[in-house]
């Protein structure tokens, strides 16, 4: 930041010691944020697990939502990752782009939305980068974890024959941006407000992403869109899949949706934000479903299997569904 501090508008180095480095408190390798880095050790028998994203304003986040919730995304999200690896949260570090003019109480209500989060996922801040930017409000956060030697879970390890299993619905986030957004004039409040909350602050499932060590043979989170994700095993495993449409699980309000229009279907399969897990599951294995659910306090819905081939095939009610664009795209 380049304005000086005055009494009442805290300066780059008051904002980080006054609203940041009380977020680094449990981490004792932070230094209180006073240094140049951050120290962490893995604790013994495991390794770490790394993962980043980024969210911009207008693209991942709208410029109307609440500080505390993006802040919120943006450490769940990451935690979506590490919980797709199989991994255990322990630290992040964050960088902040702050849009020039941006006020300290949003920046405070940014910080409240950690601090929240943080003591919820038993995670703490290592670090970071405080910039202005004359470009959109924007963020990136890198989490760490840590996961028992040889256990990790990775997009690759397919078989042919394994079962395909979602956690959690489907399709509601992608539904609450459009909910956001006014285009789902037609549903009820209630349904409203739980869409937008899912698009909000989706759930990491990292208490599921452990529980899959010995069991899953592929395992990633979904944030793309279901189909282009299912891909991303796919490819990974040099396997294609067959996705019954009729058996991907959905929220009562995804139900109403679709009950007014089917054609939101498509939305609920590509649109993305869904941050559940998609793993595959050896058929020897699908007993074991009911006390996994238990345990990681999560439906757990097969709804395909893996095949020799290339590709996802979505077929509805035994009808193949043609599907232009399975998921979000950058670029
Ligand atoms: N700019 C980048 N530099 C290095 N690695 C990247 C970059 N962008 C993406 N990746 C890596 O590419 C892989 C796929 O990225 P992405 O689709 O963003 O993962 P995810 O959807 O799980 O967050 C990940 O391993 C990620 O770490
Ligand atoms: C305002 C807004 N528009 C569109 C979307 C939809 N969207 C944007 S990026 C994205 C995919 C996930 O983001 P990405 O940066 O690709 O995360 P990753 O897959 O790397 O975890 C989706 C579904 C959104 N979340 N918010
Ligand atoms: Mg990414
Ligand atoms: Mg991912
Ligand atoms: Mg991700």
């Not at 470009?135 to 974890?145: D, E, R």
Request: proline share 6%; glycine share 10%; charged share 20%.
């Amino acid at each position: 930041m380049t304005q000086p501090p005055t009494e009442d508008r805290p300066g780059e180095f008051d904002i980080i010691r006054e609203i940041f480095a009380p977020l680094s408190e449990s981490q004792p390798g932070a230094f209180n944020l006073t240094d140049d880095a951050a120290i962490l050790k893995a604790p013994p028998g495991t390794e770490l697990v790394m993962t980043k994203d980024a969210m911009v304003s207008g693209v991942h986040f709208l410029a109307s939502d609440d500080p505390g919730h993006i802040a919120r995304k943006l450490l769940r999200v990451n935690l979506s990752d590490l919980a797709a690896m199989g991994a255990t949260p322990m630290g992040y570090l964050l960088a902040a782009f702050w849009e020039q003019g941006t006020s300290i109480d949003w920046i405070r209500g940014f910080a409240e939305g950690l601090k929240q989060d943080q003591q919820a996922f038993s995670i703490g801040l290592l670090g970071g980068d405080t910039v202005t930017t004359s470009g959109p409000q924007s963020f990136s956060l890198t989490a760490i974890g840590n996961i028992p030697d040889q256990k990790v879970l990775r997009r690759k390890g397919a078989r042919p024959g394994d079962l395909l299993v979602v956690s959690g619905n489907i399709g509601d986030g992608a539904l609450g941006l459009k909910a956001l957004r006014g285009e789902l004039e037609f549903l009820d409040p209630e349904d409203l407000s739980f869409l937008a909350d899912r698009y909000h602050l989706p759930q990491p499932r990292l208490t599921l992403g452990r529980a899959l060590h010995d069991i899953a043979s592929s395992c990633l989170d979904i944030s793309d869109g279901l189909m282009a994700d299912t891909g991303h095993i796919c490819e990974t495993s040099s396997l294609a899949a067959v996705l019954e449409v009729e058996n991907v699980p959905l929220s009562m309000a995804a139900k109403n949706v679709l009950a007014h229009d089917k054609a939101y279907l498509t939305s609920i399969l590509t649109g993305g934000d869904d941050y559940e897990l998609a793993f595959t599951l050896p058929a020897r294995f699908e007993s074991r479903l009911p006390d996994l659910s238990t345990q990681a306090q999560t439906k757990l819905t097969p709804i395909g299997r893996m095949e020799e081939g290339t590709g996802v095939r979505a077929i509805n009610n035994g009808v193949e569904m043609a599907v232009s664009t399975p998921g979000w795209r950058h670029f």
